[in-house]
């Protein structure tokens, strides 16, 4: 009688650990991660009488093998800016990369071979940083090839750098040498120098400001879960390259661009990280606007 009561309570209790390994919830899956960045430019448009020229500067120094605070270096981060603008150029653009490295030190850097928006885009991607070139320098080299006013007229001049002066030069005077002269610059700038104060100053010989450096913050956008009546905001973020966690599943990017510019549907899918990528700059045309998506295996967080 013993021996059967015993088989009987070690049954009920196979019985139960069964049961409850039937109930036992599954762990959650891992999230979807985005992350969204925008290279924006001024909003004015340039008065060109034939196609625009754009002229795109990428600062190679050694100060640029610093990282940015939670993302790759600088030299990277400019590598792919500038890549990213070059293969969103409008058809008929002439385009000119001058790299603000090499074996001189402190010089107006060395100007690619021209070729297809492809072409240099992929010889950007495999730059390396070296030695330091003065942005001043180059500025100033960038103006002295231009050959005429109507040629500055329709030139664009776009710097991806971190704005180190270990080289020296007088970069505000570089700038309006170079603005004055009738062309627009852009700064787009890596890390934490500021913009000099006196770069606000300066004023183009005709029609409104032709510069803009990058240091206001990146615009806001918000992750909306597509279907359904209304939109459901999943998130809100800086278009900054920070990376949030998401719900899987279908979702748009609203982005406070002027004009607004919504994205998607992108299916954001359990345990990826998908990169938007936009290029905002109006002053290269209608087509100056254009993004790029791409998904990967997220890396698993960090304890």
């Given at each position: 009688?013993?021996?059967?009561?015993?088989?009987?309570?070690?049954?009920?209790?196979?019985?139960?650990?069964?049961?409850?390994?039937?109930?036992?919830?599954?762990?959650?899956?891992?999230?979807?991660?985005?992350?969204?960045?925008?290279?924006?430019?001024?909003?004015?448009?340039?008065?060109?009488?034939?196609?625009?020229?754009?002229?795109?500067?990428?600062?190679?120094?050694?100060?640029?093998?610093?990282?940015?605070?939670?993302?790759?270096?600088?030299?990277?981060?400019?590598?792919?800016?500038?890549?990213?603008?070059?293969?969103?150029?409008?058809?008929?653009?002439?385009?000119?990369?001058?790299?603000?490295?090499?074996?001189?030190?402190?010089?107006?850097?060395?100007?690619?071979?021209?070729?297809?928006?492809?072409?240099?885009?992929?010889?950007?991607?495999?730059?390396?940083?070296?030695?330091?070139?003065?942005?001043?320098?180059?500025?100033?080299?960038?103006?002295?090839?231009?050959?005429?006013?109507?040629?500055?007229?329709?030139?664009?001049?776009?710097?991806?750098?971190?704005?180190?002066?270990?080289?020296?030069?007088?970069?505000?005077?570089?700038?309006?040498?170079?603005?004055?002269?009738?062309?627009?610059?852009?700064?787009?700038?890596?890390?934490?120098?500021?913009?000099?104060?006196?770069?606000?100053?300066?004023?183009?010989?005709?029609?409104?400001p032709g510069f803009l450096a990058?240091?206001?913050?990146?615009?806001?956008?918000?992750?909306?879960?597509?279907?359904?009546p209304e939109a459901q905001v999943?998130?809100?973020?800086?278009?900054?390259?920070?990376?949030?966690e998401l719900p899987p599943g279908?979702?748009?990017?609203?982005?406070?661009?002027?004009?607004?510019?919504?994205?998607?549907?992108?299916?954001?899918?359990?345990?990826?990280?998908?990169?938007?990528?936009?290029?905002?700059?109006?002053?290269?045309?209608?087509?100056?606007?254009?993004?790029?998506?791409?998904?990967?295996?997220?890396?698993?967080?960090?304890?």
């Amino acid at each position: 009688m013993r021996r059967a009561r015993l088989r009987a309570t070690r049954g009920a209790l196979a019985l139960a650990g069964l049961l409850a390994a039937c109930v036992r919830p599954h762990s959650a899956p891992p999230p979807a991660r985005l992350s969204v960045e925008v290279l924006g430019g001024a909003a004015r448009v340039l008065p060109a009488p034939g196609p625009a020229a754009l002229v795109v500067l990428v600062d190679q120094g050694e100060s640029m093998r610093q990282r940015l605070d939670g993302g790759p270096s600088r030299a990277a981060a400019a590598r792919d800016g500038a890549a990213r603008l070059l293969r969103a150029a409008p058809p008929g653009t002439e385009l000119a990369v001058r790299v603000l490295a090499g074996d001189g030190l402190c010089d107006a850097g060395t100007v690619l071979p021209a070729g297809d928006p492809e072409l240099l885009a992929r010889t950007v991607s495999q730059l390396e940083p070296r030695s330091s070139s003065s942005l001043p320098a180059a500025l100033d080299a960038v103006r002295l090839g231009l050959r005429d006013s109507e040629q500055a007229a329709r030139t664009r001049v776009v710097a991806f750098t971190d704005l180190d002066a270990r080289c020296g030069g007088d970069l505000c005077a570089a700038a309006a040498a170079l603005v004055g002269a009738g062309s627009a610059l852009d700064l787009v700038v890596l890390g934490g120098h500021p913009a000099p104060s006196c770069l606000a100053g300066i004023e183009a010989s005709q029609g409104p400001p032709g510069f803009l450096a990058h240091a206001a913050p990146p615009p806001a956008f918000q992750v909306e879960a597509e279907g359904g009546p209304e939109a459901q905001v999943l998130a809100e973020g800086q278009a900054g390259g920070s990376v949030l966690e998401l719900p899987p599943g279908p979702a748009r990017i609203a982005l406070g661009l002027e004009p607004p510019l919504v994205l998607g549907p992108f299916d954001l899918a359990s345990g990826t990280l998908t990169r938007v990528r936009v290029v905002d700059l109006p002053r290269l045309g209608p087509a100056g606007r254009a993004w790029h998506v791409e998904t990967a295996p997220a890396e698993p967080a960090t304890p």
